[in-house]
């Protein structure tokens, strides 16, 4: 079993920069591909990022790209994501999700295996 926990969220205004950061145990971390999503009440749950597990290749949401940056450190099962110019419509609970079967992960939340508890982020106007 894998765990996974988020940590990072808070509140902030619009315009900051805010860094969530993600560690999954319980197997081997660089087996692992990664994502970030985010859910607000009433609606489905919504891909952010995702990068695969060499941290060679990653993707956005078409909502964040330019704005967000996804990474990880295989050294220390981390995976952060570094989110710049927020806006008031980020706000959300932030997940992060992990999976042994995919390589580059992906948008599909059905395809995760693993999630954490989530965290909450707030950007106020």
């Known amino acids: 079993h894998v765990q996974v926990v988020e940590s990072g969220g808070g509140l902030v205004q619009a315009g900051a920069s805010l860094r969530l950061s993600c560690t999954a145990s319980?197997?081997?971390?660089?087996?692992?591909?990664m994502g970030w999503f985010r859910q607000t009440p009433g609606m489905e749950r919504e891909f952010v990022a995702a990068?695969?597990?060499?941290?060679?290749?990653?993707t956005y949401a078409d909502s964040v790209k330019g704005r967000f940056i996804i990474s990880r450190d295989n050294n220390k099962n981390t995976v952060v994501l570094q989110m710049n110019s927020l806006k008031p419509e980020d706000t959300a609970v932030y997940y992060c999700?992990?999976?042994?079967?995919?390589?580059?992960?992906?948008?599909?939340?059905?395809?995760?295996?693993?999630w954490g508890q989530g965290t909450q982020v707030t950007v106020s106007s």
């Open positions: 319980g197997r081997t971390f660089s087996g692992l591909a």
């Open positions: 990068i695969s597990r060499s941290g060679g290749s990653n």
């Open positions: 999700a992990a999976d042994p079967d995919m390589y580059y992960g992906g948008s599909d939340p059905k395809r995760y295996d693993y």
